[in-house]
């Protein structure tokens, strides 16, 4: 998915300088546009890591786990504590426990689930990304996006923006994951702890969550939901303040509903018509526009939460008024409920789309907003980090790092 895809309405007179963690963008790079089908959830790669992982556990069963190792219930409660508020990185941390509960755990195979961090990238904009090397030596990435919340004086968001596959398997035209391969999906803890790495970088806790970096969410919708549930409940991040996004794939908006979640659902339209979607978005030809649109309805209807639709603007493709005029008209036709979310592409070298200028920008947002549609203009973040989604995994890695890469340090970059 394209990194920051996202949220909340802005009216035009203040969507460049919008207030809100939702309205940031980062560098949208380009790949060649190929035609790829969706991949069924159920086929989707099995993680190649063990399963005995105490993140992503939630109390209730830690302390069944306690119990299975003999133990007090009330050293589940202990583990608990380490995990989400000492947030301990290995088993041989938890000094509170008994050194033979600990010993236990260690010969069962049980293990924490935190990652090591084999890369950091700090933008001058104070946005910071990372690459997290998994067990199997994939590496995955992680935006971390500080902004002042001037509606509390003094405070900050930190948006952590986190990967939910190794790679993706759409290849969306402008998109750097496709293009740097997919390997297999994130188990929960792999999702969980990448919010916990960015505390510990920022030494600050993050506010808000997006499922909008490396990979499609849908096609991992078990752990995502998983990860959900221990993001909000255990790691306690408010569940408005969790958005997920999809680019599209059959049946799983239906199945998203049926949670009732209070998180935002954010869609990557990109196009306000079937055929130049295609063109931008390959797999949408296995997910029709109508489709999308139709399940799009029935989820404001089943949760009354409006659905955010995300909308790159590529200079001369997509970004005129007549796009604007008919994307109105589709969203008007399919209820109400609606948000748009206005991302100006910014190329990189070798792209064959361009960034449109402001006042295309401008011009497009008015339109929409002229057909009364709520509109927000996203502002960019993290140029400089190659913070686009895939763009610095694809520097480090386009096949799994092998087995004499284990004893590379940390390498830490600032950047302007």
Not at 190 to 209: D, Y
Not at 211 to 220: A, D, K, Q, S, V
Not at 397 to 410: G, N, R, T, V
Request: proline letters at 5%; a positive charge.
């Amino acid at each position: 998915m394209a990194l920051l895809q996202h949220m909340c309405s802005t009216p035009l007179a203040r969507a460049v300088r919008s207030r809100s963690i939702s309205n940031i963008s980062l560098s949208i790079p380009s790949s060649p546009t190929s035609t790829v089908s969706i991949p069924s959830p159920s086929l989707a790669r099995v993680p190649h890591v063990g399963s005995r992982v105490l993140l992503g556990m939630s109390e209730q069963e830690l302390q069944q786990l306690a119990l299975d190792f003999g133990q007090q219930s009330y050293r589940g409660k202990q583990l608990y504590h380490l995990l989400y508020k000492t947030k301990a990185k290995e088993i041989e941390d938890f000094s509170h426990l008994p050194k033979a509960f600990r010993y236990d755990l260690n010969e069962a195979g049980w293990k924490v689930g935190r990652s090591p961090v084999h890369r950091v990238v700090t933008a001058a904009d104070g946005t910071i990304k990372i690459l997290i090397k998994l067990e199997d030596n994939r590496l995955i990435e992680t935006v971390g996006i500080p902004v002042e919340d001037f509606n509390d004086k003094g405070s900050q968001r930190l948006t952590a923006c986190v990967s939910s596959q190794v790679g993706c398997p759409l290849r969306c035209s402008f998109c750097a994951t496709g293009k740097g391969g997919y390997s297999r999906n994130l188990q929960r803890h792999e999702i969980v702890e990448q919010v916990l790495a960015i505390e510990e970088l920022f030494k600050h806790r993050v506010t808000n969550v997006v499922f909008m970096g490396m990979g499609e969410p849908m096609l991992n919708l078990k752990a995502v939901l998983e990860a959900h549930r221990c993001l909000n409940k255990d790691v306690q991040i408010g569940q408005r303040m969790i958005t997920i996004s999809t680019v599209g794939v059959p049946n799983t908006i239906k199945k998203l509903a049926s949670h009732k979640l209070q998180s935002t659902l954010a869609v990557s339209l990109h196009a306000p018509n079937q055929k130049l979607r295609e063109t931008i978005v390959p797999s949408a030809k296995s997910y029709p526009l109508n489709a999308i649109m139709e399940d799009c309805k029935d989820y404001f209807l089943e949760t009354g939460r409006r659905v955010s639709f995300e909308y790159a603007l590529l200079a001369g493709v997509n970004d005129k008024e007549e796009h604007a005029f008919e994307l109105a008209e589709l969203l008007h036709g399919w209820g109400r409920g609606h948000h748009v979310n206005l991302i100006p592409f910014n190329p990189i070298k070798d792209s064959e789309y361009r960034r449109p200028y402001k006042k295309a920008v401008l011009a497009f947002a008015a339109a929409l907003e002229s057909r009364k549609i709520t509109v927000s203009i996203r502002q960019t973040r993290g140029l400089d980090a190659s913070a686009a989604c895939g763009q610095l995994r694809n520097e480090f890695q386009k096949s799994p790092l092998s087995a004499s890469d284990e004893s590379e340090s940390q390498s830490i970059v600032s950047v302007g």
